[in-house]
């Protein structure tokens, strides 16, 4: 049986940069850009939820963070299908080791590494890879 997941992420912002993770469906070897987050764990709320996966995956702690959407997103990964609710977040790095960095690798909780540096908009849209979840390039440009 498969379930919908509940997942949030965090539009980490560095000035006029985006913290993207690039990722890759083993399957099908496609490429794609997502923020960093992850799963939220059964009674937690989503607020913590994004300040933990961001202090897992990237080693800061929040100081505010701002609910900007929420996604609902169905689709294929690793050959299997996905169901997924995405709340999006967003939050400011004063991080000035993490901020400095022009690129780094994110652990995620399975041991996986991926490599994530930040970006423009406009090298996002520039890149040819898609942005996930579904309709977060829209609203990072107002559209």
């Known amino acids: 049986m498969k379930f919908i997941r509940a997942k949030v992420v965090c539009i980490l912002r560095n000035a006029d940069r985006l913290l993207l993770i690039r990722a890759t469906d083993p399957h099908d070897g496609r490429s794609f850009l997502i923020p960093p987050g992850g799963?939220?764990?059964?009674?937690?709320?989503?607020?913590?939820?994004?300040?933990?996966?961001?202090?897992?995956?990237?080693?800061i702690e929040l100081s505010q963070v701002t609910r900007l959407a929420m996604s609902e997103n169905i689709f294929q990964f690793a050959g299997?299908?996905?169901?997924?609710?995405?709340?999006?977040?967003?939050?400011?790095?004063?991080?000035?080791?993490?901020?400095?960095?022009?690129?780094?690798?994110?652990?995620?909780?399975?041991?996986?590494?991926?490599?994530?540096?930040?970006?423009?908009?406009?090298?996002?849209i520039g890149s040819g890879l898609p942005l996930f979840p579904d309709g977060l390039a829209e609203l990072l440009s107002g559209e």
């Not at 607020?47 to 996966?53: G, I, P």
């Open 80 to 124: 299997r299908p996905e169901h997924e609710l995405v709340f999006v977040y967003e939050a400011q790095c004063h991080d000035a080791v993490v901020c400095a960095q022009d690129e780094m690798v994110i652990r995620e909780s399975n041991g996986e590494t991926l490599p994530a540096r930040w970006y423009t908009l406009t090298e996002v």
């Open 39 to 59: 799963g939220v764990e059964f009674g937690e709320t989503l607020e913590h939820a994004v300040r933990r996966e961001i202090f897992e995956e990237v080693g």
